[in-house]
């Protein structure tokens, strides 16, 4: 089992749509969660991070965190064929640097 | 006001060949990381240093070897190069430990012929 798992995708959504990114974890310890975007040829983009159970909004953007279920998720509101990159989740424990990367799941939005 | 810089950009070698790999923080962070992403995309770290000292030592063959002159700065050399070091190699700072937001730089991509 790995330890971040991503669809890799690639997810498809119209624009103005919502697109939903999932991401489950295997480390129960795992405290801090993070979501970030990668165009084709570019460095990871930090996009959104959370800690708390429940959902943290920040403009288009929604990050969602059940970690009973291991499981935190990504809502794009109103997508824009801009938005369309691989987006990377990454989970830590508090006592370590480490980040454990999913995989990425690419999404492409169309016009 | 570039946050994480990387030289050089691209690097093109032939295998057996050793190089390095620059990176430069201006954050004022005291963590920086290597990280390697594969043609799959999958980004994994390597090394981390905690002003100046190592902290994350992953499974990576010891011809790899960080050296980190101040805690702006983190290198990465490589000895004899081989066709599977070839991928896109990243560096990234972070500040405090509890929420470790990590910044990258625009990444190496290393081509090993």
């Known amino acids: 089992q790995k330890e971040v798992e991503q669809n890799s995708g690639p997810l498809s959504v119209p624009e103005g749509a919502i697109a939903s990114l999932n991401c489950t974890y295997s480390d129960r310890g795992s405290q801090s969660f993070f979501w970030y975007r990668q165009y084709s040829g570019k460095s990871p983009e930090l996009i959104m991070f959370i800690y708390s159970n429940g959902d943290k909004e920040d403009g288009r953007f929604t990050a969602q965190l059940n970690k009973a279920s291991q499981y935190v998720s990504l809502l794009i509101r109103d997508s824009q064929p801009s938005d369309s990159a691989t987006y990377l989740c990454?989970?830590?424990?508090?006592?370590?640097?480490?980040?454990?990367f999913g995989s990425g799941t690419r999404l492409l939005v169309r016009p | 006001d570039t946050a994480v810089s990387q030289t050089p950009k691209y690097l093109v070698t032939q295998m057996g060949n050793d190089k390095s790999i620059k990176c430069e923080q201006n954050?004022?962070?005291?963590?920086m990381y290597w990280y390697k992403q594969d043609s799959k995309k999958f980004l994994k770290i390597m090394f981390s240093?905690?002003?100046?000292?190592?902290?994350i030592n992953e499974t990576v063959p010891n011809r790899f070897s960080p050296k980190s002159p101040d805690k702006a700065h983190l290198n990465l050399h490589i000895n004899s190069l081989e066709l599977g070091d070839s991928a896109v190699y990243f560096c990234?700072?972070?500040?405090?430990?509890?929420?470790?937001?990590?910044?990258f730089g625009p990444g190496t991509r290393l081509t090993v012929l």
């Open positions: 240093y905690n002003n100046k000292e190592l902290i």
């Open positions: 990454a989970v830590k424990r508090d006592s370590s640097y480490k980040l454990i």
């Open positions: 954050l004022g962070h005291d963590t």
């Open positions: 990234a700072s972070s500040g405090q430990l509890t929420f470790n937001e990590q910044f």
